[in-house]
């Protein structure tokens, strides 16, 4: 089982960046798909979800309205379109999969999004 983020990188404020997670070792149009990130010297949190089948979403509320989730099951992938970036959203991102009602989970090894000028 293998998920691998891809897309970090340093971006100025206002500034948008694409993450993306490939999926490979399972079924992944079975698994719910969350987006998390954790700031240096804080809690990993939960940014963005997107069901199984891609028809619910659902957003922390400091990226509503500036994050997307998106997800393609034909390429075994999941996205992040992150747009007006601010210095609060830097951090490792990472994403998660989940089988709903089961604990089945895996989580990828991250990417660094830094938000700077």
């Known amino acids: 089982v293998q998920l691998v983020e891809s897309g970090g990188g340093l971006v100025q404020p206002g500034g948008s960046l694409r993450l993306s997670c490939a999926a490979s070792g399972f079924t992944f149009s079975w698994y719910d798909m969350s987006w998390y990130r954790q700031a240096p010297g804080k809690k990993r949190e939960l940014v963005a979800s997107i069901t199984s089948a891609g028809g619910n979403t659902n957003y922390a509320d400091p990226v509503k309205g500036r994050f997307t989730i998106s997800r393609d099951n034909a390429k075994n992938t999941v996205y992040l379109q992150m747009n007006n970036l601010k210095p609060e959203d830097t951090g490792v991102y990472y994403c998660?999969?989940?089988?709903?009602?089961?604990?089945?989970?895996?989580w990828g090894q991250g990417t660094q999004v830094t938000v700077s000028s």
């Open positions: 998660k999969a989940n089988r709903w009602g089961t604990v089945s989970e895996y």
